[in-house]
């Protein structure tokens, strides 16, 4: 009986083996594809580090006919290009890379506006030049106004514009003098008419004596000398954001907000104390952390933000942007000044350009 009853017992035995086999199996193909789908979902393409690359190959700049003397280090000298071969390489996903051309087919007849100060001007001319490296013999026509700058690829009548606004809210002449608005965006009119927008202004907002472009604000219907730079900033893009959220059809217009672009006067806020300005930087930081943190007005930027109604992709660039201390103009530029707010143009702002392409096509 012994051997007969072992024989009894052992298939039913077996069967729950191999049950809780296909049970553990079918556990882990849905575990690991869950795990997957949340690593997608929340893959954070502005989190990452900047890794050296010899194959990475940016437009020559001398083939670019829109770069302006403040930015094309090449040109006025700067003898190194190791600043060229670095590429931004996410944490926990891949970035993909800029296609000038599906992006000429994907936004064949648009047009695509950038709003802004200098820095916009940067970002704008970046695309610039990568959208003619992607089809250089495309027929090309640029048009300038007092404010408003656009270049137009015929063969798709692609445009891309560039709107001049240091603050976004308006700045009016009156009998007091320049009064910068707070309350007040007139040119929201034009804006709206384009299919992308990507806005920015940080940069003008502390500036002060005959650089400040104002000589009274008016906030809340009082008209005040002046008041606290970061409240003012904080109305100013709240005013920014009730515009887009009472103007802005998300199914025509897609809306951009470029984060705070950093600046390198100060050593110590990268680990080198005693350093005042970017002109012997040729290597980013090592990591991704940058030891000074972020700047007050980046939390500005994205409390504002995450109040809207309305769909609005922040290029959270700040900190990606805080790692390149070697990628300024410094001396070598147009007028031989130290710049090192503005970047080289091939160069950092590419990368922006690359984060708005992957943000387009998502």
């Given amino acids: 009986m012994g051997p007969r009853t072992g024989r009894c017992w052992s298939f039913p035995v077996l069967t729950f083996l191999i049950f809780l086999f296909l049970c553990s199996a079918t556990a882990d193909s849905f575990h690991s594809k869950v795990k997957y789908r949340i690593q997608e979902k929340v893959c954070n393409l502005y989190e990452g580090k900047w890794v050296y690359d010899e194959l990475y190959h940016p437009y020559n700049s001398s083939a670019c006919p829109f770069i302006r003397k403040e930015f094309d280090c090449q040109k006025y000298g700067r003898p190194d290009h190791l600043y060229l071969k670095f590429r931004w390489q996410p944490a926990n996903c891949q970035l993909p890379e800029f296609n000038g051309q599906d992006f000429l087919e ?205 769909p609005v992709h922040l290029l959270d660039i700040t900190t990606l942007s805080q790692l390149r201390k070697d990628a300024h103009p410094s001396s070598y530029n147009g007028f031989k000044g130290m710049d090192c707010t503005h970047w080289c143009i091939p160069g950092l702002p590419d990368t922006w350009n690359q984060l708005l392409y992957a943000a387009l096509i998502a």
């Fill in 106 to 310: 994907r936004f064949r007849g648009k047009k695509i506006m950038f709003i802004g100060d200098s820095v916009s001007l940067n970002h704008w001319q970046s695309l610039v030049c990568l959208l003619h490296a992607a089809a250089p013999s495309s027929t090309i026509i640029r048009e300038d106004s007092s404010n408003i700058s656009t270049v137009t690829f015929q063969d798709y009548m692609v445009s891309v514009i560039l709107f001049h606004s240091l603050y976004l809210v308006d700045i009016q002449e009156e009998e007091i003098g320049r009064v910068l608005k707070l309350d007040s965006i007139s040119n929201g009119d034009v804006w709206r008419k384009n299919d992308v927008l990507v806005f920015n202004t940080w940069l003008w907002w502390y500036r002060r004596g005959p650089r400040q472009q104002w000589d009274y604000i008016q906030v809340d219907g009082k008209i005040v000398k002046d008041m606290d730079r970061m409240v003012a900033f904080q109305k100013a893009l709240t005013t920014w954001a009730n515009w887009v959220d009472s103007d802005v059809d998300p199914t025509k217009t897609k809306v951009f907000f470029q984060g705070v672009s950093p600046s390198h006067y100060n050593g110590t806020d990268w680990g080198e104390p005693g350093v005042m300005n970017c002109a012997n930087e040729t290597l980013p930081l090592n990591g991704s952390i940058y030891p000074a943190g972020l700047p007050p007005a980046v939390y500005v930027v994205k409390e504002v933000i995450s109040n809207m109604s309305k």
